[in-house]
């Protein structure tokens, strides 16, 4: 099954250079593009997207905005990838906390854009992981309330949290843990679930804000 | 990278630094080494026999001192300046002589010289004072601005005359010469009623103790009047030798303007540089990708053609961007004030459009009007305007014949880009257009102008500035 996209960027050549890129794979079709922040909200309802690949910084509202108005939408799709000239924490972490899924950086190889994509789509770890993880832990501001800050978890729920927080994927979670993928994926979905969140990157971000890193 | 390379060039640099300073370690195995040395907590190794006989004099001596120094800290240096007050206070009394003797020659015409060399001895002094009341008091006063280190004859002198700091440290000198005289008089009465009291007045048992008393509490009284005048100076030192307020305030406002130079600088970077050269990488590889597509995917040369051309003008312009912005930095390692170099010019817009043509994009620059007295700050924004207005057609509209225009009607300057309809590609104007766009709404609306971007009826595209020249910096 192809993944549908959908390419926001102010810049036509970024558009059309990405999407020249991204339709060379076999699995990915761009399924639309727009210019701006507004016009990606029309696009994305018309063409019904799994990932949108977002720039940051566009006129006629920005790509944090944008991004905050698709997960107001729906929590579950489309997915935001946030694509970035440059490793600008501040926008980056305004748009994970916005509800983006991860972020990729536009000069990044071509390999490693598809497979952040494909990362995204999965959503069965972090993209970037340590990059992200560290952004998170640096800008969250950490309120330190402990574990009750969180709805309660159970403790092998809360044993996954922080292996999700420290950037492990759901196979990787189930080596350390001694558990089947299937036993992890389900913890993950229940953390999610009791978290509010709608992927990894948000309940790395719940982790951290409510101070359960720290404790 | 910066420790890396200080720890590089410090055995260069100071070739007796590892062997003349002994390193902590050493220090510490050496008092190790001696059980019977000095008491823990005291850092200055005290010679053995003091050890060796507790209670001795010596020792008791030691003890004294560590007593007054707990009691008054930097009481020796005190001393010392109090002392110093005497020479100095006739030295700067005899160069207030020379200043006045010199301001009467200079009513006869032969004056100058002398005094511009009693300013200079001033501010020589001055230097001098610094030092002893940075070192001997423990007061914390900058150093001040440094005539020799203004370039050219004129500046010096003028510096050297019109300056606060020179008027300042004769004020300075004046309190220094007063202090001397309260110094003398403190210590001549003092010196007297001590003499009187020992040798003039009639000593017996029953005065005896009495007059013993009174000549403990001259001394005393002497010493702390001493001590106070010493600390007066030491309050009011910072004032007249200190920073002058005006200088602060040059200061402030410079490192002010350099933190603003280097976030705009920083931000073009980011916007022009980084943004063409994303798109380049961008272009490249998607090129490379339909020249060698995978699988069933066709060969698009055309694409490839395209992005070659798109690439060509990108990298042009970043480099043009990145000459800038490289001589903006040799400006500020010059030590020039960046600014002039930093802002370019209506005059520089030909060179800008001239660059594009070579781009492949047929524009034409029309000045209306006087423009060369336009403020500087007004010429560099127009200019962004016309670079931004001009990339962006390049941008959405690939390369339609375009017109900037720069015209000038009494207090208002007006600068537009407008091309036709677009030749080529995405040809959807896109409301904003560039991100520059935003921010040169942002410049334009603080300088109390107004700028406009939209389609025009034909197609194509204008982008619109208006600026105020009245009341512009």
Redesign the interface.
């Known amino acids: 099954m192809s993944l549908r996209l959908l390419l926001v960027d102010?810049?036509?050549?970024?558009?059309?250079?990405?999407?020249?890129?991204l339709?060379?794979?076999?699995d990915l079709t761009v399924v639309g593009d727009a210019?701006?922040g507004?016009e990606a909200l029309d696009v994305a309802a018309q063409t019904d997207p799994d990932v949108v690949l977002m720039d940051v910084?566009?006129?006629?509202m920005d790509g944090i905005a944008a991004t905050r108005e698709l997960v107001a939408r729906d929590p579950q799709r489309p997915r935001v990838l946030v694509l970035t000239?440059?490793e600008d924490d501040d926008y980056l972490f305004r748009s994970l906390q916005a509800g983006a899924s991860g972020f990729a950086l536009?000069?990044s190889d071509?390999d490693e854009l598809v497979d952040a994509i494909r990362v995204v789509a999965r959503g069965t770890s972090l993209v970037l992981p340590d990059l992200t993880r560290r952004l998170i832990a640096a800008h969250a501001p950490s309120r330190a309330r402990g574990p009750a800050a969180l709805p309660t978890l159970t403790g092998r729920e809360a044993d996954v949290l922080r292996l999700v927080a420290g950037g492990l994927s759901n196979a990787e979670i189930a080596t350390e843990l001694f558990l089947s993928r299937e036993t992890v994926k389900t913890h993950v979905s229940s953390v999610l679930l009791k978290l509010g969140a709608r992927d990894r990157t948000q309940a790395v971000i719940a982790a951290y804000e409510s101070g359960f890193m720290n404790a | 990278m910066t420790r890396s390379l200080a720890r590089g060039r410090t055995p260069a640099d100071h070739p007796a630094a590892p062997t003349s300073v002994p390193r902590a370690g050493e220090i510490d195995s050496a008092r190790q080494g001696d059980p019977s040395g000095p008491p823990v907590g005291q850092d200055r190794p005290v010679p053995p026999t003091t050890s060796r006989i507790p209670g001795s004099a010596a020792e008791i001596a030691a003890r004294l001192r560590a007593l007054l120094v707990a009691a008054r800290p930097g009481w020796p240096g005190r001393a010392l300046y109090a002392l110093a007050s005497l020479p100095f206070g006739a030295l700067y009394l005899a160069l207030f002589a020379g200043l006045v003797g010199s301001v009467v020659a200079l009513i006869y015409g032969v004056g100058v010289l002398l005094v511009l060399l009693v300013l200079a001895t001033t501010r020589g002094f001055a230097g001098l004072e610094r030092r002893m009341a940075r070192e001997l008091l423990g007061v914390d006063i900058p150093a001040g601005e440094r005539v020799r280190d203004q370039h050219g004859a004129v500046r010096k002198l003028r510096r050297l005359v019109w300056a606060a700091d020179t008027w300042r440290a004769l004020g300075w000198l004046g309190a220094r010469v007063l202090l001397g005289i309260a110094t003398l008089a403190t210590l001549l009465f003092g010196g007297f009623v001590f003499a009187y009291l020992g040798w003039g007045a009639d000593w017996n048992a029953l005065t005896a103790l009495p007059l013993l008393a009174l000549m403990v509490a001259v001394v005393g009284v002497t010493l702390a009047v001493l001590d106070g005048l010493v600390r007066l100076s030491g309050s009011v030192a910072p004032r007249l030798l200190g920073t002058a307020p005006e200088q602060r305030i040059a200061a402030l406002q410079q490192s002010t303007r350099r933190l603003a130079d280097r976030n705009r600088l920083a931000r073009d970077l980011h916007d022009t540089i980084g943004h063409a050269l994303t798109a380049s990488l961008l272009q490249a590889s998607a090129a490379r990708r339909t020249l060698t597509p995978a699988g069933d995917r066709p060969l698009q040369p055309d694409f490839a053609h395209q992005a070659l051309g798109h690439i060509e003008t990108n990298t042009r312009t970043a480099l043009a961007e990145l000459d800038r912005v490289l001589s903006v930095l040799r400006a500020e390692d010059g030590g020039r004030d960046p600014a002039p170099f930093a802002a370019p010019s209506l005059a520089d817009l030909e060179e800008l459009l001239s660059g594009l043509r070579d781009g492949g994009l047929p524009v034409a620059l029309v000045v209306d009007g006087d423009v060369d007295d336009v403020p500087a700050g007004v010429q560099e924004l127009a200019y962004r305007v016309v670079q931004e207005g001009t990339t962006n057609v390049l941008r959405h509209a690939g390369t339609p014949l375009t017109v900037a225009q720069v015209a000038r009607s009494g207090a208002t300057l007006v600068v537009r880009v407008c091309n036709e309809r677009a030749s080529q590609l995405d040809s959807r104007p896109g409301p904003g257009g560039g991100r520059g766009l935003a921010g040169l709404r942002e410049r334009a609306t603080a300088a109390g102008g107004t700028l406009s971007a939209e389609p025009t009826p034909s197609g194509g595209f204008e982008l619109c500035v208006t600026l105020p020249l009245a009341g512009a910096a």
């Open positions: 102010d810049d036509v050549l970024v558009r059309s250079g990405l999407r020249v890129i339709e060379s794979e076999p210019g701006t507004r910084r566009m006129p006629d000239t440059f536009k000069r071509p």
